[in-house]
């Protein structure tokens, strides 16, 4: 993330935001990295100016979710050091349901599997040529897995 800051910058581009799956947050460019310090200076100056239009981020977040939408991520990690049982998961993912042919899962709980993106095979059912345009690794297990949307998000919480 800091790194590809740094060669946007280097080629005279602003970096506004950047973030990673993990929950973290890199808001501008004077700490090139993910940094809770200049996040929460962040949030309490954008608190200060909604406080100043009467708003609350409360307020905010449910126009933003009016205007654009929800989008709820879950992330999930297992430690497993074992490159054997790690191998014999993810196959059982790419032939879920058909020992011989790929056969990527079709749902999750319930909810609709709409796309697979698989960086260890190179897979990608978003493209239209199924090739993944993200570097893929034979030696690195990863497939993600986007889900449909629900009919009714949750509502949002701020705290």
Known sequence: MGNRARELLDQNKMVLFAFEEAIGYMCGSAVL???GVSAAAIAGEM???LAAKNTTLSQQLTAIYEEYGYHITKNSY???????VIRAMFDRLRH???QEEVSYP??????????VRDLTTGYDSNQADNKAVLP??????????????RSSPPPPVVR
Do not use: W
Not at 78 to 84: G, K, P, R, V, Y
Not at 136 to 149: A, E
């Open 33 to 35: 990295d993910k940094d």
């Open 47 to 49: 608190t200060s100016y």
């Open 78 to 84: 297992f430690i497993c050091h074992d490159q054997e």
């Open 96 to 98: 879920y349901g058909n």
């Open 106 to 115: 079709r749902q999750c709980g319930g909810v609709a599997i709409t796309a």
């Open 136 to 149: 893929s690794s034979p030696s690195s297990q990863m497939i993600t897995f986007n889900l449909s949307p």
